[in-house]
């Protein structure tokens, strides 16, 4: 490994190392009492003495994540194609689309009680309506933008609109696609996060409600940390399998 490629895999673990850090110091400098904000070395012992209540109620977490944004992904993916690979739909349905996005999400979860009760359905469908729309506005955009004289270079060799969608349309929306599942993911845990606080009996959203309500900060912060590395795992993956999945787009790989 050269110097660069071994500066670039070490980088993100120094900027983490140097947060952490910075935070512990300032802790012990300025004295800050626990209750009000816990170092990262109180964190984790909080972690480490509760870690059987932390594991369940992030795999609580995870297992509502994953199904909402799975949902996502495949109502995202459908109707993207679709928007997408009409002007004419793209461009009646964008408001509509825009209008849906700007409506708090956290502000559907009392609605989502309303119809479905107290538990793991309000968590996962407020994670399918954070990460849908990101997920469907970039399929749309990435088929909506395929360059007209390839599509008329196709239907002369007599490709139907179908094939052209299948065979052109989508591998050229994957990097769009891919795009949008690092940031949909993010935003899953955000929403399956909430829903648990609003409206759920377990998870790590019940669990930091539950631990701030009793003043228990340590144990808040370690749960803030445990789902910060959840976000960063599910990332990672979403990454690995962009750069294994688009390769051929990218042209280059040097920075600007």
């Known amino acids: ?73 495949v109502v995202g993916v459908v109707l993207g194609a679709l928007v997408g690979s009409s002007q004419a739909m793209y ?13 708090p999400k956290v502000a559907m979860v009392p609605v989502l009680v309303m119809w479905f009760g107290i538990g793991t359905v309000p968590a996962i469908l407020t994670a399918f309506l954070t990460a849908f729309f990101p997920i469907l506005a970039n399929v749309a955009t990435g088929i909506a933008t395929l360059e ?34 690092k940031v949909a993911i993010s935003l899953a845990f955000v929403g399956s996060v909430i829903a648990e606080m609003v409206a759920s009996d377990g998870g790590i959203g019940y669990l930091l409600l539950t631990a701030s309500s009793s003043f228990r900060v340590p144990l808040v912060f ?4 445990v789902v910060g590395v959840l976000g960063i795992l599910m990332y990672l993956i979403a990454d690995l399998i962009e750069r294994r999945s688009t390769r051929w787009a990218t042209r280059g790989g040097g920075s600007l």
């Open 222 to 225: 370690a749960a803030l940390l």
């Open 148 to 181: 007209p004289e390839l599509a008329d270079v196709l239907r002369s060799l007599g490709a139907k609109r179908s094939v052209i969608l299948r065979k052109v349309g989508l591998p050229r929306a994957l990097p769009y696609l891919f795009a949008s599942l």
């Open 1 to 73: 490994m050269n110097r660069r490629k071994l500066r670039q895999a070490l980088s993100p673990w120094l900027t983490a190392g140097g947060f952490f850090a910075v935070w512990e110091v300032a802790c012990l400098a300025f004295d800050i009492p626990q209750s009000i904000l816990p170092s990262p070395i109180d964190s984790v012992k909080a972690g480490i003495e509760f870690w059987p209540v932390i594991l369940s109620a992030s795999m609580q977490t995870l297992y509502t994540t994953l199904v909402g944004f799975f949902i996502a992904l």
């Open 91 to 103: 461009r009646a349905t964008n408001p509509l689309l825009i209008g849906f996005n700007s409506v």
